[in-house]
């Protein structure tokens, strides 16, 4: 049965999916490292697939921008299609000053702007963090792989274009390793749901050094982001 936002059957979508935020890198995953992969869903052009990896089902899905759209396309996934684990790919721009661009960061747990978690709990926060079997598996792969990997939280902010204000000092200062756009909704809904999630992110920018990955570099960068997610069997 279609959802509103996925006109997929059920059993389309395998039990584990990735998740870039940008549908034709939900493509470009499923055609080079998926076996047999068919589109299984294009509403709104948002792309799904589902193939194999290495013999076991792996599907994509991308999820647009922002925590409303990450948190659209996850409960959809969980409640309607029996999906248990969702492993964001994505960028993030860092914080730190030991950060550079390409490092890969593992966001064990995120904090936010938004409202969505606290409309969840009742005024309240609600500890937003990665599925810990997930996280564990993906750092020993990271560090088997010689990645230079960074392990902490990251803000999910709600604008992209900030005014400018002295919060990023304070969360640099509270160890925050760096700001994207989705994660705190994506773990939210896991924590609803009950199901498992992490997110793999690559620095695509430096926001105190005003650096930034040409194209090119982004794409080698998330290909060696991808094959970290689809290795990470937690
Ligand atoms: N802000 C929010 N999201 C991002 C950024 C950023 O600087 N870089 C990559 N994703």
């Not at 999916?17 to 509403?43: H, N, W």
């Not at 396309?73 to 684990?85: C, D, I, Q």
């Not at 492993?87 to 550079?100: E, K, M, Q, Y």
């Not at 966001?107 to 996280?135: E, K």
């Amino acid at each position: 049965m279609p959802t509103p936002h996925i006109s997929a059957q059920p059993g389309d979508f395998a039990e584990r999916v990735l998740m870039p935020g940008d549908p034709l890198r939900a493509k470009f995953i499923a055609e080079r490292f998926l076996e047999r992969p068919r589109q299984v869903t294009a509403v709104r052009n948002m792309l799904g697939f589902t193939g194999e990896f290495r013999g076991k089902p792996v599907s994509v899905l991308g999820h647009g921008m922002g925590i409303p759209s990450v948190s659209i396309y996850a409960t959809e996934l969980v409640k309607f299609y029996g999906v248990r684990s969702l492993v964001r790919v994505g960028s993030c721009g860092a914080l730190r000053p030991d950060i550079a661009l390409r490092d890969v960061i593992i966001a064990q747990a995120a904090g936010t702007d938004s409202n969505v978690n606290r409309t969840r709990c009742h005024g309240y926060d609600l500890p937003a963090v990665a599925d810990f079997d997930l996280l564990r598996a993906c750092v020993d792969v990271a560090r088997a792989r010689a990645l230079r990997v960074h392990v902490g939280t990251v803000w999910s902010s709600d604008l992209f274009y900030a005014p400018p204000s002295p919060l990023f000092d304070r969360l640099e200062s509270l160890g925050v390793l760096a700001v994207e756009m989705e994660v705190a909704g994506l773990y939210g809904v896991a924590a609803e749901y009950h199901c498992r999630a992490l997110a793999i992110l690559t620095v695509s920018d430096h926001l105190r050094r005003e650096e930034a990955l040409s194209s090119d570099e982004r794409e080698r960068s998330f290909e060696t982001m991808v094959e970290l997610a689809l290795a990470t069997e937690g």
